[in-house]
């Protein structure tokens, strides 16, 4: 029988992804639902291609009431979250409610409310399957070797375009030039956030809810080639690597085909003409990486807040109303916020998320109202 399969964010990147995993595997799935925000055109498209998929676009009036209602009324056996930033929390917890799998690329879900969101998948007996690449690797090495005896999880990060650029370069740097990242082609929120080290930073927070670890346990290790995603060092000292080329269709076709392991025509690395490098991350240089392990120490609302924050400077860069060291100053200030409580549901967790993008906004106001 085919998987009947959901795909939130399918005109974006990860959904071109998915998409294709689909296409090639169209014996194995069904699209069961399709969802874009604003892009009708291609929204459109895709439903003459998938004429069986509902189609919903969330983007204008009633359409995110329209989008919850369609994950929990479609009952997909595996829904892929390929929605950029918090606007994915509520999707993911309409899908897991309804008995959906999830696999997971939002990481803004886990890492704004990971405790609530493995707690509801543990009471529904579904599945949460990491395809952000890091993490998608980090699982199957867990999966291969067991947790019992893994000392410490390593993310690689691959240092995005200011890896050399000094503290000076960087004050001056436009979102033209934060846009081209060197070795991943992916939506404009995640590559700003892979230049300010921001989304190393979420992962870091997404691995310690993941895998139930505590900062101390997470490595960032720079990368540059972006080929090794993550590894384990074990007890005994071994370290083991997932490797492949960055393609994102190869942690998506993993955690749709899960538990099962079929050919794939995507990742396949080239032996002949490899060089990897590794180097330590300047955490003075990009303070977001620091803040994340600080947020992942004081737990509580502090990640939702870190992220929550970082989306707000994020979006201001992008619209050149900020410069890109702001970025960080802005998630620190947020931070000094009463974040103790914690996500006991969604709407606690809504409302840190509200509070955090308010402190954010306030802060940004003001220091524009005091350059005038
Ligand atoms: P994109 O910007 O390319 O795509 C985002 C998708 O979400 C689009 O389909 C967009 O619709 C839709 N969308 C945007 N806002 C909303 C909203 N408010 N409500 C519902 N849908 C919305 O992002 P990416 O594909 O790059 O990233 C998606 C997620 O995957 C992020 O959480 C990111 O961190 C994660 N991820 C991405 C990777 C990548 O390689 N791209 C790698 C690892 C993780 P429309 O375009 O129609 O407006
Ligand atoms: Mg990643």
């Known amino acids: 029988m085919k998987k009947r399969v959901a795909l939130l964010g399918a005109t974006g990147s990860i959904g071109k992804s998915t998409l294709d995993v689909i296409r090639a595997g169209c014996d194995d799935f069904e699209l069961v639902l399709i ?21 919903v676009l969330s983007g204008s009036g009633d359409g995110r009431e329209k989008l919850l209602a369609a994950i929990s009324g479609i009952k997909a056996d595996i829904t892929v979250n390929g929605i950029s930033g918090a606007a994915g929390l509520e999707p993911s917890f309409a899908a897991i409610n309804s008995g959906s799998d999830l696999a997971l690329a939002n990481k803004e879900t886990v890492v704004m409310a990971g ?17 952000d690449s890091e993490h998608s690797g980090v699982f199957h090495l867990i999966a291969a070797h067991g947790d019992a005896n893994i000392d410490e999880i390593i993310l690689t ?7 050399k650029f000094t503290i000076d370069q960087m004050r001056k740097v ?6 081209a990242h060197p070795t991943w082609n992916m939506g404009p929120k995640i590559t700003i956030d892979s230049a300010s080290l921001a989304n190393k930073g979420l992962e870091v927070i997404e691995a310690a809810q993941l895998f139930n670890v505590s900062a ?9 080639q972006s080929v090794v995603h993550s590894m384990v060092r074990m007890k005994d000292g071994a370290v083991f690597a997932q490797l492949s080329e960055p393609d994102m269709r190869l942690p998506v076709h993993e955690a749709l085909y899960w538990p099962e392991v079929k050919v794939s025509s995507w990742g396949k690395l080239d032996f002949d003409c490899l060089n990897l490098e590794f180097e330590k991350p300047d955490m003075e240089k990009f303070p977001m990486l620091p803040l994340a392990y600080e947020a992942v120490r004081r737990g509580g609302l502090n990640p939702c807040a870190y992220n929550g924050a970082n989306e707000i400077a994020a979006a201001a860069f992008l619209n050149s109303e900020i410069g890109f060291l702001d970025i960080p100053r802005i998630v620190e200030y ?6 103790e409580g914690h996500g006991e549901g969604i709407r606690t967790i809504l409302e840190a998320d509200k509070k955090a993008r308010d402190m954010a906004l306030a802060f940004i106001k003001k220091e524009s109202e005091e350059k005038r």
């Open 35 to 55: 969802s874009g925000h604003t892009n009708a055109a291609s929204l459109s498209a895709l439903s003459g291609e998938f004429k069986n998929a509902k189609t």
């Open 115 to 131: 405790p609530l969101l493995f707690r509801t998948a543990a009471e529904k007996k579904v599945k949460i399957l990491p395809v």
């Open 157 to 163: 990060a691959s240092g995005g375009p200011f890896r």
């Open 174 to 179: 436009t979102p033209r030039e934060a846009l």
């Open 216 to 224: 101390e346990k997470i490595r960032v290790v720079v990368h540059p």
């Open 334 to 339: 947020v931070l000094t916020g009463d974040w």
